[in-house]
């Protein structure tokens, strides 16, 4: 039997550690598992979930995410969240019920109808988000999806480890909307929804 090491690294979320097993997770996009509800889809999110301290799942290509509940230590909580990915991984355990695979990035949240006059400045906002944003935000244990642009808006969500850390908003408005706006001057802001 091989043995396994996951590795774990902070991420700028206190709350959330970023656990890779040394393998791909997910073979193509990202899944995002906010509630216990959402995690009934796939067994491993919904083992973590069960350890009761657990508040957010994200699998992303080679990495899960966890989200702690607010007061608790890592040091307590870091252990089950460990054992519960070897016995996953270690048993090549599916990471989808059957079924429940299809949804990938971004189901069914609040998305906005793009003009289609406004075609090649979404291309250029794409290109840009997937190109440069979203490698360096799975590099903290999240991702960030396009949900629309809008009279100069661009309206973006974050998952993961991003979705609720406290430097998120400076990471849009710093980084995301500047580098935006320099390449895309009909940008005017970002917002996360």
């Known amino acids: ?14 709350a959330t550690l970023k656990f890779l097993p040394g393998r791909a997770v997910m073979p193509s996009g990202t899944r995002d598992f906010a509630t216990p509800e959402e995690a009934d889809a796939s067994p491993l999110a919904e083992a973590l979930f069960g350890l ?10 080679d990495f899960v995410s966890v989200t702690a509940a607010p007061g608790v230590a890592w040091a307590s909580l870091k252990p089950d969240v460990l054992t519960t990915l070897l016995d996953h991984f270690s048993a090549d355990m599916p990471l989808f019920k059957p079924a429940s695979a299809g949804f990938a990035v971004g ?22 988000i997937e ?31 991003c979705s609720g ?26 917002r996360a929804i």
């Open 1 to 14: 039997m091989t043995r396994m090491l996951i590795e774990t690294e902070t991420t700028p979320n206190p």
């Open 52 to 61: 009761g301290d657990v508040t957010g799942v994200f699998f992303g290509s």
């Open 107 to 128: 189901g069914g949240e609040e998305s906005f109808a793009d003009d289609p006059a406004d075609a090649d400045i979404v291309a250029q906002i794409r290109e840009l």
């Open 131 to 161: 190109t440069r944003v979203r490698p360096a935000v799975a590099n903290d244990g999240g991702d960030i999806v396009y949900r629309g642009f809008d009279k100069g808006k661009v309206f973006l969500q974050l998952q993961g480890a």
């Open 165 to 190: 850390c406290p430097s998120s908003s400076a990471t849009l408005k710093n980084g995301i909307e500047q580098l935006l706006k320099h390449y895309v001057p009909e940008v005017t802001e970002v």
